[in-house]
């Protein structure tokens, strides 16, 4: 079974992305002030090795991350 946003060419986090972003457009008029409030987050991210964590770095826009060594 494939998903569609994997057939798409996108990952998991393109694809929550775009969602997240299409239903902030149509969400009401009063309900965009809180939106607004949780737009700041960031994904932080590190490579793990022999069970401990590497250097961590800050993810300020999903599309702008690194891409998977696979």
Do not use: C, H
Request: aromatic content about 8%; cysteine-free.
């Amino acid at each position: 079974m494939s998903f569609a946003w994997r057939a798409a060419g996108m990952n998991y986090l393109q694809y929550s992305s775009i969602a997240a972003r299409a239903l902030r457009r149509v969400a009401k008029t009063e309900l965009q002030a809180e939106i607004a409030k949780r737009e700041g987050l960031a994904v932080k991210y590190a490579k793990w090795d022999s069970g401990k964590a590497g250097v961590s770095a800050i993810v300020p826009n999903v599309e702008t991350r690194p891409k998977a060594d696979n």
